[in-house]
């Protein structure tokens, strides 16, 4: 039985793991940080001792010259603690293609509406805005949380995943699919910018109070998220007693 747990166990960790290595990388524990991300503006805040950092709207990363990431993406970080609550279009992360860093043209936007629930926005021109043109329409992904989930103090898990040969653009929430935008076919694909805590230019809606974070990655591929150790365990469990039974059958 051990045996079997144990081959299991290894069967998992190598299937959610494939090596993967981020264009961007920051990561913070008690013993410091661990950062790879030239050419990013401000820095997050970290105090040392922490095993994480934080941001506001005036103290909020971006880059509005990203390059090597061309394709499909995934954008993956964790959150908790954010300081008040939050409506009116406050974002926690935009993203922008097609070389614009203005407002809401081109842009993806995890931010809070004005009822407070967290949403991943397509803004302007439907399934293909991402880089397209400004029809005025949008398409959402409802993440399932509002402001007062994220004011926990429990880490949070997002991954934002653009998918180009399955054509989806989807969230995962503590590993668990949130939903997807499907027939997903972006005019322009690569992401050339991003910020925390607001939308660039004169459109932007910064984010209301501040927010911890931690594990942040921007890869240039699909990468999925590890599901919660305690799914990973009982899906484990579950597999090893079917193994078992068919050998006692």
Partial sequence: MKRTLFALSFL????????????????????????????????????????????TSSNNPWNASISGISNSFTISFDLKNLSRQNSNWNSILS????????????????????????????????ETSFGGANTGNTSSINTGLTSADLQRNTWTSFSIISDLDSNTL???????????????????PALTGAQFGSAFGSGGHALLGSIDINNIKFYNEVVLPV????????????????????RRA
């Fill in 170 to 188: 989807s969230v995962y929430v503590n590993g668990s699919l949130a939903g997807s935008i499907t027939e997903w076919n972006p005019q322009s």
């Fill in 12 to 55: 998992a960790v190598s299937a959610l793991s494939n090596g993967a290595e981020p264009v961007y990388s920051w990561e913070w524990t008690a013993g410091g940080a661990q950062i790879t991300a030239s050419g990013w503006n401000n820095d997050f805040t970290y105090t040392e001792g922490n095993d994480y950092a934080s941001f």
């Fill in 95 to 126: 993203l922008y293609s097609n070389g614009t860093t203005s407002g809401n043209g081109n842009s993806l936007q995890l931010q809070f509406n004005s009822s407070g629930a967290l949403m991943l926005y397509n803004k302007v021109g439907g």
């Fill in 227 to 246: 599901p919660e150790p305690a799914t990973t365990s009982l899906s484990l469990m579950g597999l090893a007693a079917l193994m078992m039974r068919r």
